[in-house]
């Protein structure tokens, strides 16, 4: 990239930088410490504003730059995380989003232990839910060093392992300083950005093609070169049958992870009713599909306009479609138009990380200090905060999703958001659902379905092609493999709700009718809600 990228990009970034550290500056200055205030922003979004800020949470870097290279890679394939991110949203809103609402207070762990012995399912789910959003967020450091490689001209690691220290950095200081009201505003003032990137990108590519689709699409076959197969399934998951099954493992972990997520299901409490809620999940859908729907007009515009062989060169995984594409459409290298799009596509994407790792470390600090801690300390030691927890949280937890993300740096981002998506499938929404639904679930069968499903997940993840046994694998060097599958969704999600089921039939203890009716009539209702 040439030295005008870099300036412009780097004062856009400056500048997003100085409005999200004024914001939390602000905040800081006008919250009074409560955990109320520190984790659900004091209840008083309004629809509106917590749709945009749950459309910003979860239109992540995985999102933006990971889909869109996949699809310029891979094409009608990529299309499965687009289609996989928008239809769990509908899972979100028919299943969970009212319910859980009514039935927490901060975090998951609310929910699913109203009813149970809490502190074993607190630490159940509490660990699941840090081990999730750790995943998570090594994803969007992944994302944040390609960006800044691709502008300092992809020959410098140093430079990406300092971007990658930098947004960790940054995340722990919106955490601990603002809370949930700073990175509430944090991810609108992201989301409008996002959208007007994406809306003027999306109009750019078929603008190039006289708004013909049928053209865009002819032109990123033969750029492809794999020809029609380009624009029909099996070109990444039709070859043998280990990868028609990854296939289906990951279209079942993107659908019905979501739902596990636990830095989604925190934004439900930040409004101050079940029919807010609601309404903000109705509000982030129209946000969140129109971007899905624009993401695949870019992945197969940067095929058509800027060659899948140039996307790979630029980075392996495709995570630099989108930037090269907006250079392209802007007038090519050199020129003032590409110089401007490209750094204002660069400061979005960057903005989308920042925001969006504000969102999992907050989650996950909540989970460390409302859960964790809560449920380990001794009664007779000394007493810190929760919130004073949950801000030493960040910090450990910002430490682990560097080291992480400097190790996981040549991954697909979307592709590590899968396994995420896995985790939080496999471990959070079996016990979300039966603790929800089920009559007779007891303690022990919630504490079996959050262990039985992550544990197996994490395992066969570690011996699978993503850690070794390949070129494209963690440690490229060994080779400990064992389990076939990129995502361990098909078998860790049915052993999750297996696990659930046998805790449930083999304990001794006897299930709380009258709680269980208590919690179906709130979870309903509202009557009792927090």
Request: hydrophobic share 55%; proline share 4%.
């Amino acid at each position: 990239m040439t030295g005008d990228h870099q300036t412009l990009a780097l004062l856009l970034f400056s500048a997003f930088i100085a409005v999200t550290l004024g914001i939390t500056t602000w905040v800081s200055r006008n919250r009074h410490g409560s955990a109320e205030e520190f984790y659900a922003g004091g209840r008083l979004f309004s629809p509106l504003e917590n749709g945009f800020a749950i459309a910003g949470d979860y239109m992540s870097a995985a999102s933006f730059l990971g889909i869109s290279g996949l699809i310029a890679l891979f094409g009608y394939d990529g299309m499965l995380y687009s289609v996989g991110f928008l239809v769990a949203w509908l899972v979100v809103l028919l299943l969970v989003a009212e319910l859980v609402r009514n039935c927490g207070r901060f975090t998951l762990a609310d929910v699913v232990a109203a009813r149970m012995a809490e502190r074993p399912v607190r630490i159940a789910v509490g660990t699941s839910s840090v081990t999730v959003s750790v995943l998570y967020l090594v994803a969007q450091m992944v994302g944040a060093g390609s960006l800044v490689a691709l502008l300092l001209g992809g020959t410098s690691d140093a430079a990406r392992a300092w971007t990658v220290i930098g947004v960790g950095a940054l995340m722990v200081v919106y955490v601990s300083l603002g809370g949930m009201r700073a990175t509430t505003w944090i991810q609108i003032v992201k989301a409008v950005l996002l959208m007007a990137g994406t809306i003027a990108l999306t109009l750019l590519v078929l603008l190039r093609f006289h708004f013909d689709v049928d053209q865009l699409l002819t032109t990123a076959a033969e750029r492809s070169g794999h020809g029609r197969d380009f624009l029909a399934p099996g070109l990444r998951y039709g070859g043998d049958w280990t990868a028609r099954v990854d296939f289906v493992s990951l279209g079942l972990a993107l659908v019905l992870g979501t739902a596990g997520l636990p830095h989604i299901l925190s934004r439900f409490y930040t409004v101050p009713t079940a029919r807010a809620a609601r309404r903000s999940v109705v509000w982030s859908i129209g946000l969140i599909g129109g971007f899905y729907l624009m993401t695949i007009v870019l992945g197969f515009g940067a095929a058509a306009v800027v060659g899948p062989d140039t996307v790979r060169a630029s980075n392996a995984a495709g995570n630099t479609a989108v930037p090269l594409l907006a250079l392209d459409l802007g007038g090519g290298a050199g020129s003032t138009g590409g110089t401007v799009l490209f750094a204002v596509v660069a400061a979005v994407a960057f903005a989308t990380i920042l925001a969006v790792v504000a969102g999992i470390t907050l989650a996950s600090s909540a989970s460390v200090a409302h859960d964790l801690y809560a449920s380990l300390r001794r009664p007779g030691g000394k007493q810190r905060s929760e919130v004073t927890v949950a801000r030493l949280a960040a910090a450990g937890i910002g430490a682990a999703a560097i080291g992480l993300g400097l190790l996981a740096r040549d991954l697909n981002v979307a592709f590590l958001v899968g396994l995420a998506f896995a985790v939080a499938a496999s471990a959070n929404l079996p016990a979300l659902l039966y603790s929800l639904f089920w009559r007779r679930f007891t303690t022990r069968g919630a504490v079996w379905s959050v262990y039985g499903g992550l544990v197996p997940a994490v395992l066969l993840v570690v011996v699978s092609p993503v850690v070794s046994g390949s070129p494209e694998s963690l440690f490229p060097g060994v080779d400990f493999q064992l389990f076939p599958l990129q995502n361990p969704g098909v078998v860790s999600i049915p052993l999750g709700f297996l696990a659930g089921w046998l805790g449930t039939v083999t304990s001794p203890e006897p299930p709380d009718e009258a709680r269980h009716a208590e919690t179906e009539v709130r979870a309903l209702t509202g009557a009792g809600a927090v």
